[in-house]
């Protein structure tokens, strides 16, 4: 059982380049979260995907854009990268939805970015 | 708004000795309490939860109290070993109806030397 599976799980990009990072999950989970890892600051949510179809900004959206492009697949896309978004990418699922807030999150490997 | 404090790092214990991570948090409402745990060049793993006052979560030797009058959930173990050395988020959700949404500590790197 994959769970969830990044890619690419290493990228180097130059400053204004662009870039979209991919996820799925094969667990048939509604909730999907893109976070990023940055050290001494530990996870903060970017956007999240509370069910096909929706997604919301989370603590740090500026800069990025996300497509929830089905019920397995989020994606995050960085249009212009800048070297403040050099950082480890993680996608997440969840069964949570409406009052299921307590579903544990399960990540994948993460992406490490570095804009240079 | 929500928030996570964790002790700082790093902590470096010999195997076998007790381990304290403390975690206190604010939050408004009732939020759920989780440790979650990061082995090397891996994702977070759900290590253990608490989702109401007085409750105790506890897997693989690891326990944390959720602690509402101190606002804390401390994440303890009795005997470390090697294989324990990891990182160590504690989160709490933000009980809203909008899935798991999670806030995070810092994390705190643990080294467990034999």
């Known amino acids: 059982n994959a769970g969830v599976t990044q890619t690419p799980k290493f990228q180097v990009l130059k400053t204004g380049q662009s870039m979209t990072l991919q996820c799925a999950q094969d667990m048939n989970h509604n909730s999907m979260y893109w976070y990023r890892q940055d050290p001494g600051m530990g996870l903060r949510l970017i956007y999240y995907?509370?069910?096909?179809?929706?997604?919301d900004k989370g603590e740090v959206p500026n800069g990025y854009n996300v497509s929830r492009l089905n019920k397995r697949e989020f994606s995050l896309r960085l249009e212009s990268a800048a070297p403040s978004q050099t950082s480890v990418y993680f996608c997440?699922?969840?069964?949570?939805?409406?009052?299921?807030?307590?579903?544990?999150?399960?990540f994948g490997n993460g992406t490490r970015l570095t804009v240079t | 708004g929500n928030s996570v404090t964790q002790m700082e790092g790093p902590v470096t214990l010999s195997e076998e000795a007790f381990l304290t991570i403390n975690c206190t948090y604010t939050a408004t409402g009732y939020p759920s309490l989780f440790w979650y745990v990061q082995y090397p060049g891996e994702g977070l793993q759900l290590l253990l939860k608490a989702t109401k006052a007085d409750d105790k979560g506890s897997n693989k030797g690891f326990e944390a109290t959720y602690r509402k009058e101190t606002t804390s959930f401390h994440l303890e173990k009795g005997s470390v070993q090697v294989s324990d050395s990891a990182v160590y988020f504690c989160?709490?959700?933000?009980?809203?109806?909008?899935?798991?949404?999670?806030?995070f500590g810092e994390g705190t790197q643990l080294t467990v030397n034999p």
């Open positions: 995907s509370a069910s096909e179809g929706t997604t």
């Open positions: 997440a699922s969840s069964d949570g939805q409406g009052r299921s807030y307590n579903s544990p999150l399960h």
């Open positions: 989160a709490l959700s933000d009980g809203g109806t909008s899935g798991s949404r999670l806030t």
